[in-house]
């Protein structure tokens, strides 16, 4: 089970921090990742970090504004926001997959998501 949380409503310029507890896996011989859904669009990537942490990777969109990280101690994976822009309004969803990648068919199981309203 993957549960989001720490989204919210925020000006334009400001941040936030998402994060993903899992619970009932061994959360670290996962890769995990974000992806985002904004109203009338397609699910797409956000960023994505290896199993140890090591390698991370990150949409065109967010590169330089948006730091994913994880915590396998504590099954916790991050998404810190800053910089955060109105077309970053999104329902943000975390995913654990087997493949570093992506692509969502890669990933295996999905969080319900947390809404992400950033403001003008």
Known sequence: QLVESG???????????????A???????????????APGKEREFVA????????????????????ISRDNAKNTMYLQM?????EDTAVYYCAVGG??????????????GTQVTVSS
């Open 7 to 21: 989204g919210g409503l925020v000006q334009a310029g400001g941040s936030l921090r998402l994060s993903c507890a």
């Open 23 to 37: 619970s009932g896996r061994t959360f670290s011989v996962y890769v995990m990742g974000w992806f985002r859904q």
């Open 99 to 112: 493949s570093y990648s992506s692509v969502q068919s890669d990933y295996l199981y999905w969080g319900q």
């Open 82 to 86: 800053n910089s955060l822009k109105p």
């Open 48 to 67: 994505a970090i290896s199993r140890n942490n090591v390698f991370t990777m990150y949409a065109d969109s967010v590169k330089g504004r948006f730091t």
